[in-house]
């Protein structure tokens, strides 16, 4: 999606200078604002395609901006946190965001996060009744699940959870809404459910399938569109 727009709400004035030419080198038009105000008024009036936020806004908390943003747009947005802020990147999910990364971060990562982003929101928007990743392809009308053409066998929880990984292809989906989703609100806490389906899924899958299903460890799954490098998949364990 080159030529997309993205917004950048950030009051580090080096993470400015550091995204705005990336990004725009990478295709993309850059919107910028320094406070939560002047993002959402930019939200509201420029239409990003895509918004990159930082939590920690000198106007106003960015938990609070990200509810307000989601009262009027399903823009797709991408958390810039700070590497011990797991309550706060689980909240921001939990609130409405559709990904993060941790600061210090590589541009190439973040480009990759931006991509998903922009692919999820032209998959809800065009709904596909067929969703892919890797060798995988789910049908939503048959419910049929083939790798490489070959049908396997799922369990009806076991299908609705890849269903939901593979709509977010790419971005992280937190444990609780995955348990919401599929069990229930009561089941909201209910980890050890989740974590026996997943390991009941992970089996049906080859290896290099396997590898897709990214655990992110307190935080919840992501699955990938393709197989990450081998130095990419060492920083996460396997859950």
Do not use: C
Request: hydrophobic share 45%; glycine share 8%; aromatic share 4%.
């Amino acid at each position: 999606m080159t030529g997309a727009r993205i917004l950048v709400i950030d009051d580090e004035k080096q993470i400015h200078r550091f995204l705005v030419p990336a990004l725009e080198a990478s295709g993309y038009e850059v919107e910028q604002a320094m406070t939560g105000g002047e993002g959402l008024r930019l939200a509201a009036s420029r239409a990003p395609d895509l918004i990159l936020l930082d939590l920690g806004l000198p106007d106003e908390d960015g938990q609070k901006l990200l509810q307000r943003l989601r009262a009027f747009s399903a823009i797709p947005v991408i958390i810039l946190s700070a590497r011990d802020q797991e309550a706060q990147k689980i909240m921001a999910l939990d609130n409405g965001a559709d990904d993060y990364v941790e600061k210090p971060f590589g541009i190439g990562e973040l480009l990759a996060r931006i991509r998903a982003g922009l692919r999820h929101r032209r998959m809800q928007d065009g709904l596909d009744p067929v969703l892919r990743a890797g060798a995988l392809t789910l049908d939503l009308d048959k419910r049929e699940l083939r790798e490489n053409g070959a049908l396997l066998s799922l369990s009806k929880r076991e299908f609705a959870l890849l269903e939901i990984l593979m709509r977010n292809l790419g971005r992280v989906v937190t444990h609780r809404q995955l348990l919401t989703a599929v069990w229930g609100p009561a089941h909201a806490e209910d980890l050890q459910y989740l974590r026996v389906y997943i390991w009941h899924l992970r089996q049906k899958l080859a290896p290099e399938t396997m590898a897709l299903l990214i655990n992110e460890p307190g935080v919840g799954y992501r699955l990938l569109a393709e197989a990450p490098p081998v130095a990419a998949t060492a920083s996460h364990h396997p859950g």
